[in-house]
């Protein structure tokens, strides 16, 4: 029986700091890398989907944050959002945000009475404040010569201006009512009053009052009969006191029968 003698390979290991060859001490790296990982997942009690974190004691940690889908952004990104909802946002620097609210771009435009607040505060005293303005407010028309402050009713021009409660401009007939009143106790200076008060029942009629305290009352007085009859006839002094009346009648402060 002939016996076959087989020289066997020398084998070359590289050896590593361990002693151990390196392929040896690849495998056990691995080994080593997969029990610290296990150990660490398997004490996780995280629910599929949901994102972990390392705690104080090194330990993996459920967050219960679900994990965000797309791309991730650091701070030094830009991204741009669509169809995004932001809750509670905290925007600290609008210097290229086009928040002009002019357009959907610039914010989309925003409902006067809706979306803002202190509409009834009186912040614009450049404006007249309907509601009443402490101290009261001055309406000047024009800041030249010439120029004119107009009121009118309405765009028709057809109704009424008022100057309190019961006194008024009639635009559409160009007519001033004014209601009774009280007579002024004092003169002022350099000034006449006018105002309206009764003659008599059912007899309301304009009154002025001069700077020196006399009354004045424009009012229908009876009618004054022409002269006739006596024993001496004067004729001139007649066609006088005719012409008189005669005018008296025409302007209504006498009564033509």
Request: hydrophobic content about 40%.
């Amino acid at each position: 029986m002939a016996i076959q003698t087989v020289r066997e390979q020398p084998r070359v290991a590289i050896v590593d700091g361990k002693g151990l060859p390196t392929r040896a001490f690849s495998e056990w790296m691995q080994i080593r890398l997969r029990a610290i990982v296990n150990q660490k997942t398997d004490a996780i009690p995280t629910a599929a989907g949901k994102v972990a974190k390392f705690d104080t004691d090194g330990n993996l940690a459920d967050t219960a944050k679900v994990v965000p889908a797309g791309a991730f952004v650091g701070t030094t990104d830009t991204q741009t959002l669509s169809a995004k909802t932001l809750l509670l946002p905290v925007i600290a620097d609008f210097t290229n945000a086009g928040h002009t609210h002019q357009n959907t771009v610039g914010g989309g435009k925003l409902d006067h009475g809706a979306a803002l607040t202190g509409l009834t505060d009186d912040d614009h005293t450049q404006y007249l404040f309907l509601a009443g303005r402490a101290g009261g407010q001055v309406v000047k028309g024009g800041t030249l010569t010439t120029q004119a402050l107009t009121f009118n009713s309405n765009t028709l021009k057809d109704g009424k201006i008022y100057l309190g409660d019961s006194s008024y401009l009639d635009e559409a007939n160009r007519i001033l009512l004014m209601a009774t009143g009280t007579a002024p106790g004092s003169s002022p200076a350099d000034a006449a009053q006018l105002w309206v008060a009764d003659v008599a029942v059912g007899n309301a009629c304009f009154h002025t009052r001069t700077e020196n305290g006399a009354v004045l009352k424009l009012y229908q007085q009876a009618h004054i009969a022409n002269p006739s009859g006596g024993a001496t006839v004067d004729a001139e002094s007649r066609t006088a006191i005719n012409a008189i009346l005669t005018v008296l009648e025409n302007i209504g402060a006498v009564a033509t029968s």
